[in-house]
């Protein structure tokens, strides 16, 4: 295997640091205000790259689908569906991995391991976030309630998968892209048309891509943990297999805007996408968790530059 155990000079984005105290924790309560901060910690509102990733796409799909500015109602309804149920995921993912994160470097101090919070209080927020994205899904129709059981399926599933298949960060790139289908009915309330199932496609790629990478960064701890991971099924092909999923990726897209008749404005975008892709790799070549992180960590602006190039061309095609 290769890898890159050896310590740096200095810290990278992994290097351990005091959490800042949950907002608005110092008005509340003292009995109060632990496990309010715990709570934050554990569906990972500190840090928001997770909502970011599964934000770009949520988007993108929005506009495709009203083939420009979405309403502001469905705005609202799917930014704050898209981080309820990245919060709500992040909880059953602990509580599911309670027997792992211990073992684990970068997850050990997580509030469920540490004993901040209750499995039974785990479940109860769980179910609380996901009953209030319910309750947005409401506002919108019959065809995107229906999808949405999909989703919560996909949700509560994911964190049995490294149990039992090396390919969890598959199942993570359908969880992270039911909001496409989902807007596109939301939208015009009709059933998904092919360019939505295209750009879930690319969607799908895209995350086990991006987070492979990720698993790259614990894959000695899952190794003897004895969890599964992409990181571990690829093995020494784990960089080459990322490139290949990236292009794959790239491919989709582009036949996307081929298919709706993008002009220039969409292909920058991609391009520009395609460059902060190949950085990545300038990093994470080195399989050293540190730098497969921060490779990890890059992809928000893919996904940015990925959005503003579909906002932009319809934008400009409208004058």
């Known amino acids: 295997m290769k890898t890159d155990p050896s310590p740096r000079a ?14 608005l924790a110092m008005h509340l309560p003292e009995a109060w205000r632990g496990r309010y901060d715990a709570s934050w910690r554990l569906m990972r509102a500190d840090r928001p790259i997770g909502w970011l990733l599964l934000l770009w796409p949520t988007l993108v799909a929005l506009w495709l689908a009203a083939e420009g500015m979405p309403s502001l109602h469905l705005l609202l309804v799917f930014a704050g569906g898209v981080w309820l149920t990245r919060a709500a995921g992040c909880v059953i993912n602990d509580y599911a991995d309670r027997w792992l994160d211990g073992r684990v470097r970068r997850t050990k101090a997580r509030p469920l391991v540490a004993g901040e919070l209750s499995g039974r209080f785990a479940l109860g927020l769980f179910a609380g976030l996901m009953g209030v994205a319910f309750v947005l899904v409401l506002t919108t129709n019959a065809k995107t309630i229906a999808l949405s059981g999909v989703a919560l399926a996909l949700a509560a599933a994911y964190p049995y998968m490294k149990r039992h298949t090396y390919l969890p960060q598959v199942w993570l790139g359908l969880a992270f892209s039911w909001g496409i289908p989902m807007a596109f009915t939301a ?7 092919q360019e939505a199932w295209l750009l879930l496609c690319a969607n799908l790629l895209w995350t086990t891509a991006y987070d492979t990478w990720y698993a790259m960064v614990d894959r000695e701890d899952d ?10 099924l690829f093995g020494d092909l784990d960089v080459p297999v990322i490139a290949a999923l990236f292009v794959l990726a790239g491919v989709a897209m582009g036949l996307l805007g081929h298919r709706l008749e993008f002009g220039l404005v969409y292909w920058l975008g991609l391009a520009a996408a395609g460059v902060f892709v190949a950085q990545q790799f300038a990093q994470g070549r080195s399989r050293h968790p ?5 490779a990890f960590l890059a992809n928000n602006r893919v996904g940015a530059a990925v959005f503003a190039g579909v906002a932009l061309q319809y934008f400009v095609a409208r004058g």
């Open 10 to 23: 200095t810290p990278g984005p992994l290097a351990a640091a005091a959490p800042a105290m949950a907002p």
């Open 187 to 193: 939208t015009r309330d009709a059933w998904p048309p």
């Open 223 to 232: 190794r003897r943990a004895g969890a599964k991971s992409t990181a571990l």
């Open 290 to 294: 540190d730098d497969c992180f921060a």
